[in-house]
């Protein structure tokens, strides 16, 4: 595997790794208090932040990520991995 293919696959993974993670990690943190408090539960709007271009640099390479606003229950990524003379991989999210 590619050192570009293994950091595409390292970033979906942590980045579905959270989203999926959050209701658990909520439940557990709940579970644990002696006097619970009343949580809402996660929505896709708590991603919002998420929303608009996100940039990195590994060595020569270059990771972006373009990120729509939640609208209906659905929030579409775009991830870019590029070097100066080819772009490795692309993925929608």
Do not use: I
């Amino acid at each position: 595997m590619t050192q570009s293919r293994r950091l595409c696959a390292v970033v979906f993974a942590a980045l579905c790794f959270a989203l999926l993670s959050l209701p658990y990690l909520s439940a557990a943190r709940q579970s644990q208090t002696t006097s619970p408090l009343p949580q809402k539960a996660v929505t896709l709007e708590d991603f919002s932040w998420l929303a608009g271009r996100w940039e990195g640099h590994l060595g020569p390479m270059t990771a972006e990520q373009q990120w729509m606003t939640p609208r209906n229950g659905t929030m579409q990524g775009f991830f870019r991995l590029t070097d100066s003379e080819k772009t490795p991989k692309c993925c929608l999210l």
